[in-house]
C-alpha cells in the first residue's frame, strides 16, 4: 500500500494537452456570453435597423445599374453583415480590460497554460457568437426581401469571409486591450477606426460611384474585402466562371493573412503583459 503511495506521489503530473486548455477557456467564455445574452442580441438591433430602414429609404438606389438587377437591398446586406462582424470584433477585448482589473487575468498567467490557448479559447468564442449573429443578418435580410442566387455555397462563403474579418479584428481589439489596459483607451480606438473603416470601403456604394480617392483606400480595407467575397457568393457570381471567383480567392487570402498576424500580435501583447505585469 505504502509503495503504491509512494509510486504514485513520485509519477510526474501531467499537464492538460493544448486543445483540453483551449476548450476550458473557450467553455469559460461561453458561460459568460450565457449569463449575459442581452449583449450579442442587442448587437443585432443595428443591422436590423440598416437592412429595413436604411435598406428602404435608399431602395431607389437600385435603378442605378452598378447594383445590377437585384435592387440595392441584396447590395447592402451583405455590408450590413461585415459591419456587424467589425462592431462587434471592435469590442472583444473589453473582456481582458475586465479579466486584468478583476485580477483573473494574473491568476490565468501563474497557471500551467499556454499563452496561445488563452487567446485561442477567447477567439473561439468570439466567432462562435459572431458566426450566430451572421447567420441571423442574412436570415433578417431574406426576411427584409433580399435574395441570395448563391444558394448555400454563397451563403457559407459569406460566413467564411465574415469569420475571418471576424478573427482579424477580434485579435486587433484584444491586442489593443492587452497593450492599453484601457477600456477608455479601447473604446477611443475602435470608433476612430470603426466608423471611417466603413465609409471608406464598398459596404453600402459600388466602388465606381464612390470618389476617386475613397475608391483608392477602399480597395485596401478589410472590410471592402470581406464585402466583396461575400457579396460574390451570395449573388452567385464567385461560382458563374465569371472571374470573380479569383478576385474571391485574392480576397479570402488576404482576409487569413490579416487574421493570422493580428493572432500573432495578439499573443505578443499577452506576453508583454506578462512580462510586465
Same mark, same amino acid.
Given at each position: 500500500m505504502s509503495a503504491t503511495i509512494a509510486s504514485s506521489a513520485s509519477a510526474p503530473v501531467r499537464d492538460a494537452g493544448w486543445f483540453t486548455q483551449t476548450g476550458q477557456v473557450f467553455r469559460r467564455w461561453m458561460v459568460g456570453t450565457a449569463r449575459q445574452a442581452w449583449g450579442p442580441v442587442m448587437s443585432l438591433i443595428q443591422p436590423i435597423i440598416w437592412i429595413l430602414l436604411f435598406g428602404q429609404v435608399f431602395a431607389s438606389l437600385g435603378a442605378f445599374p452598378a447594383f445590377g438587377d437585384a435592387g440595392y437591398l441584396a447590395y447592402l446586406v451583405p455590408g450590413v453583415l461585415m459591419m456587424t462582424v467589425l462592431y462587434s470584433g471592435a469590442w472583444a477585448g473589453t473582456g481582458y480590460i475586465d479579466d486584468i482589473r478583476s485580477g483573473v487575468m494574473d491568476q490565468l498567467l501563474t497557471a500551467p497554460i499556454s499563452r496561445t490557448a488563452i487567446i485561442t479559447g477567447q477567439l473561439l468564442q468570439q466567432l462562435v457568437i459572431n458566426l450566430a449573429q451572421s447567420a441571423i443578418v442574412l436570415g433578417i435580410g431574406w426576411l427584409g426581401g433580399a435574395r441570395y442566387p448563391g444558394g448555400l455555397?454563397?451563403?457559407?462563403?459569406?460566413?467564411?469571409?465574415?469569420?475571418?474579418?471576424?478573427?482579424?479584428?477580434?485579435?486587433?481589439?484584444?491586442?489593443?486591450?492587452?497593450?492599453?489596459?484601457? %477600456?477608455?483607451?479601447?473604446?477611443?480606438?475602435? %470608433?476612430?477606426?470603426?466608423?471611417?473603416?466603413?465609409?471608406?470601403?464598398?459596404?453600402?456604394?459600388?466602388?465606381?460611384?464612390?470618389?476617386?480617392?475613397?475608391?483608392? /483606400?477602399?480597395?485596401?480595407?478589410?472590410?471592402?474585402?470581406? /464585402?466583396?467575397?461575400?457579396?460574390?457568393?451570395?449573388?452567385?457570381t464567385a461560382f458563374d466562371g465569371s472571374g470573380d471567383g479569383l478576385l474571391v480567392a485574392g480576397r479570402m487570402l488576404l482576409l487569413a493573412l490579416l487574421a493570422a498576424a493580428s493572432f500573432v500580435w495578439a499573443v505578443s501583447s499577452l506576453r508583454s503583459y506578462q512580462r510586465s505585469a
Open positions: 455555397p454563397g451563403i457559407l462563403l459569406a460566413l467564411a469571409a465574415a469569420t475571418l474579418l471576424a478573427a482579424a479584428f477580434c485579435s486587433m481589439s484584444s491586442a489593443v486591450a492587452l497593450s492599453t489596459r484601457n %477600456q477608455v483607451a479601447l473604446i477611443g480606438l475602435s %470608433q476612430t477606426v470603426v466608423l471611417p473603416a466603413t465609409f471608406l470601403s464598398t459596404t453600402m456604394m459600388p466602388a465606381d460611384l464612390l470618389p476617386d480617392w475613397i475608391a483608392a /483606400v477602399a480597395a485596401w480595407n478589410p472590410l471592402t474585402w470581406a /464585402v466583396e467575397a461575400g457579396r460574390a457568393g451570395l449573388d452567385g
